[in-house]
């Protein structure tokens, strides 16, 4: 519908196309845990025509006993190729990265002390990521890897 129709070009030059925005919004919490809620903003495009780019941008909040913390999460990107298609099925590969966006460091208001991992809106570290998908016409078969290349995390836990 209008400006929010999927697949319209931004720029008849470049060869980028909507595929999809989405909102993702979710809360959980254990026995012993702070009540984390996030909500992660989530583009598609094409580009080129082959080329699938993803980007997701979370913001987390974090309450629990010890503080409340909140604050964009770590931003993921991925690029997607379909490698082989046939009419009975394809063969897809993704490249990607999470970018951190802080060391993973936040104290409560006016203490030293770093808090626990769970109140941290960032992993703190650049990470590679992997994949591989296999889709015919009744299974679809992912495996994937992520592997942290570079720490920024400043958290002693």
Known sequence: ??????????NKKVPVKLRSVGLTL???QSNTS?????????????I??????????PYMRID?????????????????????STPEYNIMGTLGAKIPTN?????????????PMYYQT??????FIAGATFINRE????????QPIIHINENTF
Do not use: C, H
């Open 34 to 46: 702070p009540i984390i809620r996030a909500g992660i903003v989530n583009f598609g495009l094409l």
């Open 103 to 115: 060391n993973s460091d936040l104290k409560p208001s006016g203490r030293q002390s770093v808090l």
């Open 26 to 28: 979710y809360e959980g």
């Open 139 to 146: 299974w679809m078969l992912s495996a994937g890897y992520q």
């Open 1 to 10: 519908m209008g400006a929010m129709k999927p697949a319209q070009d931004f």
């Open 122 to 127: 960032s992993l703190g570290t650049f990470d």
């Open 48 to 57: 080129a025509g082959e080329y699938d780019l993803q980007v997701k941008v």
């Open 64 to 84: 629990g006993n010890f503080a409340s913390t909140s604050g964009i999460g770590d931003i993921s990107l991925s690029l997607t190729k379909n490698l082989q």
